[in-house]
């Protein structure tokens, strides 16, 4: 069964330090997302990503984030001058359709970010 | 974006139906109705989704009343492994936004 993989599993960086994750979303898909969730609360939306550029984006995705598509099969997600906040599990999702009637989102497991 | 209502927690027993209600008020004429799974550590995990009446699936069912202001999930016999949180989620995008969920424990 195809899935969305991510890298890396656990990072423990440094506040201010920089952190790229990564993702192989399914083969097929057109739209990508990035989705986070800090221990014990809630997931949380960042952003959609669809034809090469971002579509829609939460308060939460602000000038500190960023997202790129590098090549055919990569989805990352940047995040610049890392705070102790920035803690969480990140999860890639990706779907078929997107816009109206997305339909089934496919998350990854996720990467873990710890912010020391 | 609609907002939905639901149990914080239920328990329940292998070999037991198990229903859980969501309200959504608000919900617009263009929202679809799903519902996704999620264990500790893992990202969230597609179950079902539906517009109006019923929906079935292999691992799942979802009622839907005609005015779509509420529905519910519905997991026949459900086993230890069923254990963790389910989310009700209304929209018509990938931006979803997640709410608490159920918290459902599975005892023997």
């Known amino acids: 069964e195809p899935e969305v993989t991510q890298t890396p599993s656990h990072q423990v960086t440094q506040m201010g330090q920089e952190v790229i994750l990564r993702c192989v979303p399914i083969?097929?898909?057109?739209?990508f997302y990035w989705y986070r969730q800090i221990l014990g609360q809630k997931v949380e939306f960042l952003v959609s990503?669809?034809?090469?550029?971002?579509?829609?984006k939460s308060e939460i995705f602000d000038d500190q984030f960023s997202v790129e598509r590098p090549d055919g099969s990569n989805f990352t997600l940047k995040i610049r001058s890392t705070k102790l906040e920035d803690s969480a599990m990140y999860f890639c999702?990706?779907?078929?359709?997107?816009?109206?009637?997305?339909?089934?989102?496919?998350f990854g497991e996720g990467s873990r970010l710890t912010v020391l | 974006l609609a907002k939905t209502t639901q149990p914080i927690s239920m328990d329940s027993y292998e070999g037991q139906e198990v229903n859980i209600t969501c309200s959504h008020n608000?919900?617009?004429?263009?929202?679809?109705i799903t519902w996704y799974q999620q264990f500790p550590s893992q990202g969230p995990r597609f179950i079902i989704q539906?517009?109006?009446t019923k929906v079935t699936n292999e691992v799942a069912s979802l009622f839907i009343p005609a005015d779509r202001k509420s529905s519910t999930l519905s997991l026949p016999r459900v086993s230890l492994s069923d254990t963790a949180v389910y989310y009700c989620?209304?929209?018509?995008?990938?931006?979803?936004?997640f709410g608490s969920g159920t918290r459902l424990q599975v005892q023997p």
């Open positions: 989620l209304v929209g018509d995008g990938g931006a979803l936004t």
């Open positions: 990503f669809y034809n090469n550029e971002i579509s829609e």
């Open positions: 608000n919900i617009a004429t263009n929202d679809y």
């Open positions: 083969s097929n898909h057109l739209y």
């Open positions: 999702a990706s779907s078929v359709a997107g816009g109206r009637h997305t339909g089934e989102l496919f």
């Open positions: 539906g517009y109006k």
